[in-house]
């Protein structure tokens, strides 16, 4: 009823009838109330697009007005100063909102010559619209993946009225329109020294100086100034230290990720801002709930490059809340964040399930780059997950022109490294012998070497290939540049040869030099055996010291000629006696106790790929292998039941021996 009766009122005014309705918006002498209508009307003009138009007036100005000499309107019974300062305020709302809704207008548009045509038919075009129309055509183009400006957009009349209109006089520019301005030049410059950016600079400059910029506009410009100086600029340290003095609790959660940017692109300042950072960290915490995959992923990353291993309640809590995101999460994201928890060390049940269904669903449709994170993440961990190797192998097998040469090997190592044979091994492995056949050449060496190994580790012996692993070309190829072969890859190729030895008897290809030889698989950072657990360790030392008498008769992390330490070794003599561990001579046999800690094993009775391929070789020596796995030792209750134990694990199955009794 009030929208009839608003009609009716300006229909009775003489500008408003309908052949001269557009010559009253042209002319120059228009009132106040005429201004405001002109406005409304050229907005309504430009906006008539297909779908809904909601116009919508406030009740208090529907009132009835009447004419004082055919100008001035208001309402009956009020002074006029205050109907001109309600529409005043009037005008200043519906100002707000029509930037709002060109704003999201230029958002919507997906190229730069729908934003420039939406800009030449506004009939004004306020600072905070030029701002954001720049920001998009510049996001559009570098949505395309272009690094500058094509040369029909510069010469665009419109697009240059606009950079004239920006740049004129930036001082006009309110702090969101100037650093959006910044932002959008920043990536996609036409001239890195143009008078545009250096006239934006300038003024971005004299207000921070002034402390005239707030939370978002220095976390805008701080992002700005690392794309277009680099983060080694003076600048940057101020709007830190500028930064720095707010509260953090008051950032949003947008400025937040910014400053994790800023910080992320000069890891150098880390010490300089830890105080800082852990402010950050810490109010980070009540974010978690509030972030998209996308903020999740920025997040993990800045954390890793910055190596914040002190704020792993943050982590955690992030690996908490990924599980809902995984199904959302874009290729490069879901690795991101597999890598930061592989840097973090964190491994979550709930996580490894959401993963598992993930990998499983699109099996066939997943990116290779993302198949081999997911399978580094496996693998770093520790993580026996069947359904995820099972629908790597099937993937493997269907699509294995997917994946390159590094990706290949990166898919593979698992199964060793993890012993695990998954149902379609024998398609796995022919599958890959032929992609071996064909493309040897093509693979990096070193990636080449782990694959290999990796597949001895599950009795998968690369027979065919072991002559063209010893070949003097190929370990030339393996050294590269450096002075010498790195002493991981020197261990993967003597427990090779020895494979050939001990399993493949039928191999007659060349041998591998004693100079690649290693004398121990036990060796810090590049070991093929597991560390022995000490406190596991100390408990079944007490037990054999009960048991067998004396200390005297057991020798603890004994080297074999064979490059393998053994936990523990006993000697027996031909009729089954103890013999003291210094003796060398009448030894009939030997016994290996293989003290099995938690980090041997993956689960109660599945030993990692090293710790098996381990226990079969000290087997084929002629060595008599006993397994003393910890869950069975914590389920004993004294000191009795262990010697009891140990009793039954080293004579049971050797009924002539016998241990020494004084």
Known sequence: MALITLRRNLCHLSDFRIHGALAALKNPRVNHVHKIVQEHLCLWFCSLQPGPARVRFHHAHCKKFHSENGNDLHP???PVFSQVHDWDRFEQTVKNVDEEM???????????????????????????VAAEALHRICEVEKKDGAHWLPKEILEN????????????????LSNAGLVTALQALTPLQAEPQSSLLLNLLAECQHRLEGGRLDIHSLCILGESLIKLQG?????????LCQLQGENVEKFPPEDILSLYRILQACPEKVDQHQRFLNKINNFSLSLVPKLNPKSMSQMLTALVVLDQTQALPLVIKLGKYAVRHIPHFTNEELGRVLGAFIHFGHNDRFFIEALEQHVTSLRLTLDPEVVSKVMEYCSRKLILSKPILNAVAEMFVCQSEKFSPRQISELL??????????????????????ILFTHFNFFPPKALLKLLHSCSLIECHPVNFMAKLFSPYFLQQLQGEESSLDRLSLAQLTQLFLTAVLECPFYKGPKLLPKYQVKSFLTPCSSLETPMDFQLYRSVMLGLIDLLGARLYFASKVLTPYCYTIDVEIKLDEDGFVLPFTADEDVHRRVALCINGPRRCLSSKHLLGKEATKQRHLHLLGYQVVQIPYYEIEMLKSRLELVEYLQRKLFSQNPGSHWYQE
């Open 76 to 78: 009956v019974g009020e």
């Open 102 to 128: 060109c704003c999201r207008r230029l958002n919507n548009l997906g190229s730069s010559g729908e934003v420039l045509r939406f800009i030449s038919t506004l009939p004004a075009l306020p600072e905070t």
């Open 157 to 172: 009349s419109v697009f240059q009225a606009l950079c004239d209109q920006v740049g004129r006089d930036p001082s006009n």
């Open 231 to 239: 983060p080694g600029c003076s600048t940057l340290e101020l709007i």
């Open 413 to 434: 190592e698992p199964f060793g490294k993890l012993n695990y044979l998954p149902p379609n091994a024998s398609a796995l492995f022919r599958k890959l012998e032929n």
